[in-house]
């Protein structure tokens, strides 16, 4: 009889880290359960009884010290043994008093990755020896990247900085916070190049200096979301505190080969809440900066960049994968979310309407060919389609709009619609549209105590 596989539950709020870590295990003949929060780790833990869970340290909402708790205080014995895996070594000394069994530091070899699995699933801890040359390993790799993100940024600086500028004040806007901030690492430093907001990060100071778990999130190829630094144990005091700074969200931004070379961070003077959902948003932000700079370092010209490549102008499968996100939030707070899919002959003027709305938050264009653009918007109430219907008015007396299609959203408690659900609604009504000569054709997917109504109506 075959033996039954061990089974693994990787918690980790980066996508790109999940998909390490169950690429690694995958191979190494595990079985492996993946979560993005401390919640759902929670819940997986009780459906699935993992053999061992891999934990990250610092997610949004209930982090890897929090289950470590909840696991001992909500299972009954025997609780799966625990390595906790995280960029920042003061975390270390507090997950091992809190109940886990070992700790891993990030950027984390393959090798010592199965090594400390295999040891964790029978309950050893590693010798000091192996955590040694753990170490040894990580910080070797964190030198690496230095040194590997340092060539890379010298041969893309000046045209990345000219696009960044106005990235970070979209970014800003469309989460509602106070700053955004963008970095690459020239010559050991990590050297600001854009920024929006306070005037602390111009571009050109050292952000290690002024924001000193930057050189983590970059070394260490993980994100970071703190709601309020501080309360929490690791950032309220010590090497890490953050003066002024109670939500700090940062991501690292990837060179082709996965190096990361700068990282990009949103901040603000008051704690904010911030969900799995759109720390996702952001890592798909930080994935479009990185195929803008594979391009870039293969000298494409401007004219050869797709997407028109600019301030709130995402790649089709970006927004795809932002709008899916959004609908996960909608249903868990309510409100209202509207997209817009239009036929014109300047799509640069939707772009232009969505940098300089009043109202940018969760506010966001996609480019869907040389005359076709989407954008879309959710709100905390009803006001999402009054919103698009101002970019649209505006761009209406500037150029002519062939056609226009929406997909609009209202209530919570919806069934599961995904990005690409919304954007095919949104692309039916355009079509509608079309057929009946130009004009604008809606789509309405509203919840009602007897189920879902579908409207198509003129809009």
Request: with cysteine; aromatic share 4%; net charge negative.
């Amino acid at each position: 009889m075959e033996e039954l596989k061990k089974r693994i539950l990787v918690v980790d709020d980066s996508e790109s880290l999940r998909d390490f870590f169950q690429s690694v295990l995958d191979e190494a003949g595990y079985d492996v359960v993946t979560a993005s929060s401390g919640e759902e780790g929670l819940e997986k833990t009780k459906a699935f009884k993992p053999d061992l869970i891999l934990l990250d340290f610092i997610m949004p909402g209930m982090d890897g010290l929090e289950l470590l708790t909840r696991l001992r205080s909500d299972l009954a014995p025997p609780v799966p043994p625990v390595i906790l895996c995280s960029g920042f070594d003061l975390s270390e000394e507090e997950a091992l008093r809190r109940g886990a069994l070992m700790f891993l530091r990030k950027p984390i070899a393959p090798e010592d990755l199965c090594e400390f699995v295999s040891l964790g699933l029978v309950g050893e801890r590693v010798s000091a020896e192996v955590a040694a040359r753990e170490r040894a390993n990580s910080t070797a790799a964190r030198m690496a990247a230095r040194q590997s993100a340092t060539t890379f940024v010298a041969q893309i600086r000046h045209d990345v900085e000219q696009r960044a500028v106005g990235q970070m004040a979209w970014l800003a806007g469309y989460f509602g916070l106070e700053t955004a901030v963008a970095a690459l690492m020239e010559d050991g430093r990590l050297t600001v190049i854009a920024s929006s907001g306070d005037p602390l990060f111009a571009p050109g100071i050292n952000l290690a200096g002024k924001l000193s778990p930057s050189h983590e999130i970059l070394e260490s190829r993980s994100s970071l979301v703190l709601a309020d630094a501080s309360t929490h144990a690791c950032f309220s005091t010590g090497p890490y505190r953050l003066e002024g700074i109670r939500f700090f969200g940062g991501v690292p931004l990837l060179a082709p080969e996965g190096t990361a070379i700068g990282v990009i961070c949103l901040l603000d003077s008051r704690p904010r809440r911030f969900q799995a959902e759109d720390l996702l948003i952001l890592e798909q932000v930080g994935r479009q900066g990185s195929l803008l700079l594979r391009l870039l370092s293969l000298g494409r010209p401007e004219s050869e960049l797709p997407g028109r490549f600019g301030a709130g102008m995402l790649l089709r499968p970006m927004l795809e994968m932002l709008i899916d996100a959004e609908t996960r939030l909608l249903r868990q707070s309510g409100g209202s979310m509207d997209l817009a899919i239009i036929e014109m002959d300047e799509p640069d003027l939707i772009r232009e309407g969505v940098t300089q709305a009043r109202n940018r938050e969760r506010l966001a264009a996609g480019a869907f060919g040389p005359t076709r653009v989407a954008v879309f918007k959710r709100s905390k109430d009803d006001g999402a389609a009054g919103e698009i219907r101002k970019i649209l008015s505006s761009a209406d007396g500037k150029t002519v709009l062939r056609g226009v299609g929406e997909a609009a959203v209202a209530g919570s408690q919806l069934p599961a619609i995904s990005g690409q659900d919304l954007v095919r609604l949104a692309e039916l009504a355009l079509d509608q549209s079309m057929q009946t000569g130009g004009g604008r054709q809606r789509l309405v997917l509203q919840h009602e105590r007897s189920g879902i109504r579908d409207i198509l109506t003129p809009a």
